[in-house]
């Protein structure tokens, strides 16, 4: 499948999988999945970065827009995709050169775990900061980054080795 294809295709799939689905469950009154955001570790390491903040933007936009939050989603979601290469070169401890023959699949589980649960963490801890606002519940915000980080966590590594399986 073409490469911009299936990215246009990630993009509406999770999309309307997190505004549709994904937004109306909330576990324990803490627990909401925010699995849009596998869209910023899918997306291709040798594209060009403005168009990864471009998208991830657009993309928590849309979800602010579906959700009614105010601009919350894209903040994080942004944060996040600008942040990533950083993350990558300390996770993977690649270089510039290496970006043309990357892909998450060749890599060893531990390292895409680290990668992946930082992102998913410093994502979810800024939304809910920006959720609650205070310091008054700090302990919110801690209680719903790890209870929904776990989840979102849980449900993008089962869902990989759903669809990555080999027959």
């Known amino acids: 499948m073409n490469k911009t294809l299936y990215l246009t295709f990630l993009f509406f799939f999770l999309l309307f999988l997190q505004v549709l689905i994904l937004n109306n469950i909330l576990l324990f009154g803490y627990v909401n999945p925010y699995l849009y955001i596998v869209f910023v570790f899918l997306f291709p390491f040798k594209k060009k970065r403005f168009s990864l903040l471009t998208l991830s933007f657009l993309l928590g936009l849309f979800v602010d827009f579906f959700s009614n939050s105010g601009g919350i989603h894209a903040f994080a979601t942004l944060f996040i995709a600008f942040i990533r290469i950083y993350i990558f070169r300390m ?25 992946t649960v930082i992102l998913t963490v410093v994502h979810h801890f800024i939304l809910f900061s920006l959720t609650n606002f205070s310091f008054h519940n700090f302990s919110n915000v801690i209680t719903n980054t790890l209870l929904s980080s776990i989840f979102t966590l849980v449900l993008y590594f089962l869902g990989s080795f759903i669809f990555s399986r080999k027959q």
Do not use: A, R, S
Request: charge should be negative.
């Open 91 to 115: 996770v993977f401890q690649k270089t510039d050169t290496d970006f043309d023959f990357f892909t998450l699949e060749q890599e060893p589980f531990g390292k895409i775990f680290n990668f």
